[in-house]
C-alpha cells in the first residue's frame, strides 16, 4: 500500500524557515514526478511546487517564488520542501503528491496524496 507522510509543519514566526518532507513507502517513485500543493480555510487546495521524476525541472507559483525551494532524494524515497522568509498568506495545510514522470500545476493530474501537514506563520 502506497503511503505518502508529511512531516515538518507547525507554529513560526513571519521571515523564519522551515523544512518540510514527505516519507513515501510501499513503492518506488523514481519514476514519478512530486508536488507541494495548500490548502487554506475556505479556500481551494492550490499548487505550490513540483519537481519532475529526474530533478531536472522544476515549477514554482509565482507567490513562493524565490522563498521556496524543492528537493528529491530517491534514495530516501523523500521530497522536501524548503519554506523561507515565511509570510502570514503562507499558512495553510501542506501536501505532498505524486504523479509519473512530468510536473503539474493541476490538483486532478496527481496520483498519490499525503495527508498534510500544517503551517501556521505569526506576525
Known amino acids: 500500500q502506497v503511503r505518502l507522510v508529511e512531516s515538518g509543519g507547525g507554529l513560526v514566526q513571519a521571515g523564519a524557515s522551515l523544512r518540510l518532507s514527505c516519507a513515501a513507502s510501499?513503492?518506488?517513485?523514481?519514476?514519478?514526478?512530486w508536488g507541494w500543493f495548500r490548502q487554506s480555510p475556505g479556500k481551494e487546495r492550490e499548487f505550490v511546487a513540483a519537481i519532475s521524476w529526474n530533478g531536472y525541472a522544476t515549477n514554482f507559483a509565482d507567490s513562493v517564488k524565490d522563498r521556496f525551494t524543492i528537493f528529491r532524494d530517491d534514495a530516501k524515497n523523500t521530497v522536501y520542501l524548503h519554506l523561507n522568509s515565511v509570510k502570514p498568506e503562507d499558512t495553510a495545510v501542506y501536501y505532498c503528491?505524486?504523479?509519473?514522470?512530468?510536473?503539474?500545476?493541476?490538483?486532478?493530474?496527481?496520483?498519490?496524496w499525503g495527508q498534510g501537514t500544517q503551517v501556521t506563520v505569526s506576525s
Open positions: 510501499g513503492r518506488t517513485f523514481t519514476d514519478y514526478a
Open positions: 503528491a505524486a504523479r509519473p514522470l512530468t510536473i503539474s500545476t493541476i490538483v486532478n493530474e496527481y496520483t498519490y
